[in-house]
């Protein structure tokens, strides 16, 4: 298996961006990471998406951007798993070039989510769920993580406002990304006083809907200078990648509180690179939800059971703590463009590690790890990187 | 790279299964396919599918389809190319085994086009083209094909049953399929008394509606062995693997009635496995429409530009000819659960290859190819396969 680096990386600024379709925003991110690797070619296009079918009748995506991005005579697959669509397809185009199919694979996670030709957003995003025993009596994506939320507030003796760190550190950390959605920090008082959405999950506890595209060049590591110009060395590898999965509706787990695949796919992925979670620098997770957060924390080694939360009240989770948690604004304030969010991650990531990301800097980063979350823990990937 | 076999193939009847969910029939392909190989558990399940979003408001279809069939704490992803998606599954669990990231994958494609929660199925089938130039101003995926073979006829001077032949050779073979659609030879007359759905296209150019799901498992080619059981020797290989894209637009091809996906496709696979058409035992292609099994022929080697159709006239295409097509049926008589074709396509192959395919056996068949098409050509992926 052949080592494989980012060797450009693109993102488009997440927002709502009436004025653009799919495939505007797909190429802005794809063309800038091409742009950034020092190369117009590329032997495969895989594209990280899930609801282009349901919201924008468009299916066929990957080959569609394929060739509105001038990618011709490649290969062009959309990779979709929900919310977890853009690590997914990160895995893709990772065995693509490991494997020695393919030398220069462009992936690229794209969700346009304010358009629809039809049905809500809110439907669409149901579908992470099981359709014929969850969605189909009414529940909605907010529903399925509000009862977690409400059922770990229960069994850990977690106060209403156990979350809120998790909220205000992404806002703060977001306030530094000029490519996040909201680019302001918020208060305590500004959590407490949000609107309630799905009880007890408020609209500071939740990331936004919005369109937003990333993009990743990858190449082997033996090839990977060549290709890159002066100022971006192409030094930021891909450590590990590994996917778990779980059972898909929330009921049927043994128990809803432990993220199982995330604690399967991050062991895997810290015996894949030999890192410890010590060693890790920061790490972007997965905050669709402040409960994600604590879940994620708890199940992949940072935190025991129930006491998730504990990181975000003492600060550890802070750019200078001891685990920094989503450090350009992740999901909640940078913005939860769905299928676009694992490719983000990945590409913020790779802006810590080479040194770039400006205030929002952790200082001496050379190990990030990211995890991208399908449906309400269903599917989980981990990804571990090195500058 | 790990060259690869197929240590288990499965698959459901093809037809209406209105008592079944895209579950149930994914399910019975993939465990068809896990008994055959001797195995319970795998590292992962690609999926290849359409229109799950659209018509079945069901994403997060791979791990939906584990966790329904066991398969826990695995890598799960949906790959989706519209009508190529089964094939691009293939390639991607090809990769993964290729790469070593993982040693037993099930790809599997699966298709429930007679369910909706609500879109139809001829708007489902038409987010394969372009949905902004193209589906946008009302025209079917039907229609496209139309405008394809009206324009073949014009420019080749074809007679209006120039294409009979690949409709009568495809459900003369599948008779002998009982997995198929329809089990009944037609005659000439049946297929010039045939209803029009968009001229020159009538109902026997054309491929049906239907439901359907297959599967294979996957093995690194040195360990296939050690899987298998005594009467399905895993001998089966996946000597090339190959996927090309073109325009999504029909509209934007410098030539429509040359499919250079497939041409370039089918070359790379040449190239990697060193076999020429004229090894080939058998061509399991991509007939949704009579006209495509023109275009494939003359884009892939076996006819020239303008000749596709002679291929039919003159019989090289049955199962004694120069080159056997649509063996056991292909699109038009097995039927086309769209994600699931290209998965169904080499099933098929490995029946021949082992010389399991009964009355519908090509004698002697050590090396086939199979081709599959996304969109009116936007998307085609060749297999070579050796038994």
């Known amino acids: 298996?052949?080592?494989?680096?980012?060797i450009g990386i693109g993102q488009m600024p997440v927002g709502e961006h009436w004025d653009l379709s799919v495939r505007h925003i797909a190429?802005?991110?794809?063309?800038?990471?091409?742009?950034?690797?020092?190369?117009?070619?590329?032997?495969?296009?895989f594209v990280g998406n899930m609801l282009s079918g349901t919201l924008l009748s468009q299916e066929h995506l990957a080959t569609l951007i394929a060739d509105f991005s001038g990618l011709r005579n490649v290969e062009a697959a959309k990779i979709e798993s929900a919310c977890a669509s853009g690590a997914s397809a990160l895995r893709v185009g990772h065995m693509a070039v490991a494997s020695g199919m393919h030398d220069r694979?462009?992936?690229c996670g794209v969700e346009k989510m304010t358009d629809s030709t039809g049905?809500?957003?809110?439907?669409?995003?149901?579908?992470?769920?099981?359709?014929?025993?969850?969605?189909a009596h009414g529940v909605t994506f907010v529903g399925l993580n509000a009862l977690i939320m409400r059922r770990y507030m229960y069994e850990f003796d977690a106060?209403?406002?156990?979350?809120?760190?998790?909220?205000?550190?992404?806002?703060?950390?977001?306030?530094?990304?000029?490519?996040?959605?909201?680019?302001?920090?918020?208060?305590?008082?500004?959590?407490?006083?949000?609107?309630?959405?799905?009880?007890?999950?408020?609209?500071?506890?939740?990331?936004?809907?919005?369109?937003?595209?990333?993009a990743v060049v990858l190449a082997p590591t033996e090839q990977a200078q060549q290709y890159t110009t002066g100022h971006h060395p192409g030094k930021v590898e891909i450590l590990a990648?590994?996917?778990?999965?779980?059972?898909?509706?929330?009921?049927?787990?043994?128990?809803p509180l432990f993220l199982e695949a995330a604690y399967v796919s991050s062991q895997q992925a810290y015996v894949q690179s030999g890192v410890?979670?010590?060693?890790?620098?920061?790490?972007e997770l997965h905050d669709a939800f402040t409960i994600m957060s604590a879940l994620s924390l708890e199940a992949t080694g940072y935190a025991r059971r129930?006491?998730?939360?504990?990181?975000?009240?003492?600060?550890?989770?802070?750019?200078?703590g001891r685990i920094p948690l989503c450090t350009l604004g992740g999901l909640k304030s940078r913005g939860h463009p769905v299928g676009a969010t694992g490719v983000y991650q990945v590409v913020e990531a790779v802006q810590q590690l080479r040194g770039e990301a400006g205030p929002a800097q952790i200082p001496n980063a050379t190990i990030g790890m990211t995890q991208n979350i399908g449906g309400s823990g269903a599917t989980i990937v981990t990804h571990i990187l090195g500058g």
Chains 1, 2 share one sequence.
């Open 1 to 6: 298996m052949r080592n494989v680096s980012i």
């Open 27 to 45: 190429h802005h991110a794809i063309a800038a990471a091409l742009e950034e690797a020092g190369t117009e070619q590329v032997d495969a296009l």
């Open 105 to 107: 694979v462009v992936v």
């Open 119 to 135: 049905g809500s957003t809110t439907a669409g995003l149901a579908t992470a769920a099981d359709a014929e025993y969850e969605a």
């Open 159 to 214: 106060p209403i406002d156990a979350f809120a760190g998790f909220s205000i550190n992404a806002h703060r950390n977001g306030a530094h990304n000029a490519n996040a959605m909201f680019q302001k920090p918020i208060s305590l008082e500004t959590y407490l006083q949000a609107p309630m959405i799905a009880s007890p999950i408020n609209m500071m506890d939740s990331s936004p809907v919005c369109d937003g595209a990333a």
């Open 241 to 255: 990648s590994a996917s778990a999965n779980d059972t898909i509706a929330l009921h049927d787990r043994k128990d």
């Open 276 to 283: 410890t979670p010590a060693d890790v620098d920061f790490f």
């Open 306 to 320: 129930g006491e998730g939360w504990h990181l975000a009240a003492d600060e550890a989770i802070s750019p200078d």
